[in-house]
């Protein structure tokens, strides 16, 4: 299903004169199997875009839509449960809860789902194989590197099979070589099981691999390249 | 509730994050658990024995008496006819820790003095054996039981009328009848409370002496007085009063339970101070993982997931501190039981005075049950209530983005 923005504006009210546009006219839509980047430079309003898809803060104006219904209808916790049943998360320093091992980490959204154990044992040796941590399940987050750590980040935000996957910086922590694999990841993942993915990144090397690269200056997506296509 | 095992195992985890200060937590928390179960013990065992010295040298743990005899405007007659016998009380098993006493107001006279006293008859080898009156004869001897017209007067009594051992002193009331009651009495022992006042104002002489010079029948009593300190429901007796000490002491009733929900207060000063000190690192604790909290939600965790596995992290180490305080305070009231320690290592080595009665008890701990789950009680409220702000804190910063 399509998850659309159309005519979104994201005001930020500094003071009673002072707006800011986090998000200013932006339209866009993610189709089944979309591997898009926002582009900019820090502070452009990439992140905000991705905060509106992800429901986490509702526009000022315009509407957000999943599949033709309207998501800023639902109320915060139905926004809650939207993103655990159609979206996967990554984010630039992880997020993996330190007290988990990395099956736990993937297990977490598969239990607040209610899968069985089975289902859940299935889904998460799936999701480690994917991201080649089989044997790595066991570990805590502080017992792997920062490319592992990463890897367990999208295992935990693909384990669901999630319609769209939205990643913020996902590279940025990581040095060249270990971004390039993860990157590789990305596309595999997006080829082979026509996974969505949304990345907010100034990564040259991810753009280089997107199909679509929107670029986002002063909360407005100034312009769209397709490529690869 | 479905995923409830990894939600247990998630707020479990998360206490072992910073082993050193659940710890800490626990070990407060614990000890002063165990404190106030001690603490209340204490108290409850300390009154109840000072109250068991002090009711088992006179007053009894409850009487037996005509439905009147304790009446407020019979206390204004001279003398008090109300007058009953065994054959009133149905049920025999309650003769058995008691004993008769007959009690009047009388003239005590000397060869040159005289005082008004109140003049009590006993059943003297009954009384030798329940109340521990008998001790308190500190020059001569208690009450013959075989033997009448004796009387055993206050010291101070003897003292003022000025009779010593072996004089005789004319006892002068009114009889049962309307008419003048007197008879001569041997002083066989003085008794000394230790109190003061008490000890000018009591004589005691045998019940059958008493009955004679009352003109009443042998069978014929004022009170039975109970002993039994295990029996605590008052029994019911149709046509006849059962007053307990508390009604007949109200004043002493009064102060124990003054000093039981005064140590309840302490108590409860206790937790909420150590609740304080809980909800402030409870509050460290939940915003250093406020970061946390957010991906939780991000990720897809709602509210109410986030609360319960915080409800259930601090009723963990609660419940642990609980259990650890029950236990210390069973030890260290089990250690009292077995070694009980004298009263007057808390008034500074003076005695208790009580109704005008010296009274040293040994304190023995002992476990009152009704602690063991009302202690508890009280620190899951005041855990929920320590949990409730640095909840909503936590709730209201983990909503947000990316």
Do not use: C
């Amino acid at each position: 299903m399509q998850f659309e923005l159309i005519h979104v504006d994201k005001i930020y009210q500094v003071s009673e004169e002072n707006k800011v546009f986090g998000a200013k006219d932006v339209n866009l839509k993610i189709g089944t199997g979309d591997f898009m980047a926002l582009v900019g430079p820090s502070g452009s309003g990439k992140t905000t875009i991705l905060n509106l898809i992800a429901g986490l803060i509702l526009p000022t104006n315009g509407s957000l839509k999943h599949g033709g219904s309207d998501i800023t209808a639902l109320s915060l916790e139905e926004r809650t449960k939207h993103r655990l049943d159609f979206m996967g998360f990554i984010f630039q320093d992880y997020q993996l809860l330190p007290i988990l091992t990395a099956y736990e980490n993937i297990e977490f959204p598969l239990q607040l789902k209610g899968f069985s154990k089975k289902e859940i044992d299935e889904r998460v040796h799936w999701a480690l194989s994917q991201v080649g941590l089989e044997k790595m399940g066991n570990r805590f987050p502080k017992q792997l590197s920062g490319g592992q750590q990463q890897r367990v980040s999208i295992a935990r935000a693909i384990a669901g099979r999630p319609e769209l996957v939205l990643a913020d910086e996902p590279t940025a922590n990581l040095d060249s070589k270990t971004a390039q694999e993860i990157i590789e990841l990305f596309k595999k993942l997006n080829q082979e099981f026509k996974l969505t993915f949304i990345f907010s990144t100034h990564d040259q090397r991810l753009i280089d691999q997107v199909n679509t690269v929107m670029y986002v200056k002063d909360g407005q997506i100034s312009e769209t390249r397709n490529h690869h296509a | 509730m479905k995923g409830f095992k990894f939600l247990l195992k998630f707020s479990y985890r998360n206490l072992l994050r910073a082993p050193k200060r659940t710890l800490i937590l626990i070990l407060s928390l614990s000890i002063g658990t165990g404190f106030i179960i001690w603490d209340l013990n204490f108290a409850n065992s300390g009154s109840k024995e000072v109250m068991k010295e002090f009711l088992n040298q006179y007053a009894g743990e409850y009487h037996i008496t005509h439905k009147d005899y304790y009446r407020e405007d019979n206390k204004k007659e001279f003398n008090n006819f109300k007058i009953i016998s065994d054959s009133e009380i149905p049920d025999k098993s309650l003769l058995t820790f008691t004993t008769r006493r007959v009690t009047a107001p009388v003239f005590v006279s000397g060869e040159k003095k005289t005082l008004g006293v109140l003049l009590t008859g006993l059943e003297t080898e009954k009384e030798i054996k329940l109340s521990t009156l008998s001790k308190a004869v500190t020059v001569g001897r208690f009450l013959n039981p075989n033997s009448d017209k004796e009387i055993v007067l206050g010291k101070k009594l003897a003292h003022r009328i000025e009779v010593k051992l072996g004089d005789e002193v004319a006892v002068i009331g009114q009889a049962l009848d309307g008419s003048v009651a007197n008879e001569l009495m041997t002083v066989v022992g003085l008794i000394d409370f230790g109190g003061g006042d008490l000890e000018e104002s009591l004589a005691f002489t045998q019940i059958k002496s008493a009955q004679e010079l009352l003109v009443m029948g042998p069978d014929q009593y004022h009170q039975r007085v109970d002993f039994n300190m295990k029996d605590e429901t008052l029994p019911q007796i149709k046509g006849l009063a059962v007053t307990i000490w508390t009604d007949l002491l109200p004043e002493i009733g009064v102060s124990v339970r003054f000093v039981d929900n005064f140590t309840w207060l302490v108590s409860i000063v206790i937790v909420l101070v150590i609740s304080l000190g809980l909800s402030n690192s409870l509050m460290i604790t939940f915003l250093e993982r406020e970061q946390e909290f957010q991906t939780l939600n991000i990720i897809g965790a709602k509210t109410i997931w986030v609360t319960v596995s915080l409800l259930i992290e601090v009723f963990l180490l609660g419940t642990i501190a609980i259990l650890l305080g029950l236990l210390l305070g069973q030890i260290s009231t089990n250690y009292f039981y077995h070694y009980p320690f004298n009263i007057q290592f808390f008034t500074g080595g003076k005695p208790i005075i009580m109704g005008g009665m010296i009274i040293q008890p040994l304190v023995r701990i002992y476990p009152v049950l009704e602690y063991y789950w009302k202690v508890p009680v009280m620190i899951y409220i005041f855990l929920t209530m320590t949990m409730i702000y640095p909840l909503i804190r936590v709730i209201r910063r983990s909503k947000n983005a990316i």
